[in-house]
């Protein structure tokens, strides 16, 4: 039994050591490319780029259930897009509620009779309307088929060469396109590229942008403002940097329509459908022998509502680790597969050991701990590198992601919320992201569950003066 525990806590710490090591470097490469970004491109650039004319147009995807709370607002923002040509495509995925009646009202839709094209499988249409007021804002109504079906069923109506994909509960910054798009232009190679999604909560809104600033009320929305800071300004940073970004957060990411539609539109049999189709189109373009290139840039900004309660906060994050799961498991061939090259060796890899497995390991050392202690064995080397690999060293990394948003990006401006922020840092590991692991682990073994054609979230709805 000695042996046993023993032999336990050394693969803990073996494991909590690789993983940080591994985020020590993303944050390395993270903080260098938002350092960079903030220093070279300038409005004069963005400027520059429109005057040339060499732009791209966009078709912007808005999947929407049951978002009668906060789709006038998200739709208004959107409409109001520094971009010179552009559309927007709403479908509105058989809402029970009154999403589709707050639509009609608010932007004054007629029916369009014109035909439609059905490249990627849907299910069936209903109705297509248009907006009066916006020639350039398109309405389906169809019946309910999840949101990865909704996202192929405004792609069939897409007609533009780049294709930017929405949350209905979502906030785009007025340069958040123009700063994609221009990545398009500038890379041939370039098939998806994501920017940084931001939680909306706490913000104070005027006229469908973000005037200021501020911290969430709740310590669960609070700790959430960091965790995005510390997956995008150090994850997806990273990734993209060494050249094998897997995924591009549904909320917000832009695709070449033409590559989309090739490998058939986004996945309707899995819940993690912004993953998979990062994943596909990466798998289908290395098989074909053709060059390619993910990109995340932090500069676009995309403001999204987060859970604000804890039950809300444990299904989504069940969905995202089922999401996961599905995806890893539908490409596994890819892991460790040298074909791939860096996403078979570097990327599928690190998302099945240190993504998908790390609730199961992070879960396995607080028993191996506990079991330790009951048994008499907790020896006083392996709980001081526990505690300092598995928590201390985390808070540091958070204080990093704390210190690019406030200082770095010189955001949240009143002291107040800057502090709130490190102390979220600080308390993040002290039982919130032991809840979160526990959730992850039941979700490991309940893949394959359908719960419902999109999670259910409860949601506050958009407030602006």
Known sequence: MSAVVGAAQAGVLLYFAAINLIYSLFCYLGTRAVRVYSRELSDVALRDLLERDVYKPVSILVPAYNEAASIVGSLRSALQLHYPEFEVIVVNDGSSDATMAVLIEAFSLVVDERPQQHPVPCRPVRRVLRSVEHPHLIVVDKENGG???????????????????????????????????????????????????????????????????????????????????????????????????????????????????????????????????VVRLQRHLVQQGREHRVLFTPDPVCWTEVPSDLGTLRRQRNRWQRGLVETLWKHRRVVGNPRYGRMGLLGMPYFVLFEAAAPVVEVFGYAVVVVSVLLGRLSPTFALLFV????????????????????LLARYPRVRDRLLLLLAGLLEPLGYRQILAVERLLATFQVGRRRGAWGGMRRRGLRWT
């Open 147 to 277: 949101k990865a079906d909704a996202l192929n069923c405004a792609l069939n109506l897409a007609r533009y060469p780049l294709v930017a994909a929405v949350d209905a509960d979502s906030m785009l910054d007025a340069e958040a396109v123009l700063r994609a798009a221009r990545s398009f232009v500038e890379d041939p190679q370039l098939i998806a590229a994501g920017g940084t999604i931001r939680p909306l909560n706490g913000c104070v809104l005027s006229r469908g942008r973000v005037a200021q600033l501020r911290m969430p009320r709740t310590w669960v929305e609070r700790f959430q403002v960091l965790e995005y800071a510390r997956a995008f300004f150090a994850g997806r940073a990273g990734w993209s940097a060494m050249r094998s970004l897997l995924i591009i957060s549904g909320a917000f990411g832009l695709f070449r329509r033409d590559i989309v539609l090739e490998v058939g539109g986004w996945d309707a049999a899995t819940v993690g459908e912004d993953m998979e189709l």
């Open 388 to 407: 300092g690999l598995a928590l201390l060293y985390g808070m540091l990394l958070s204080q990093i992601a704390a210190g690019i948003e406030t200082l």
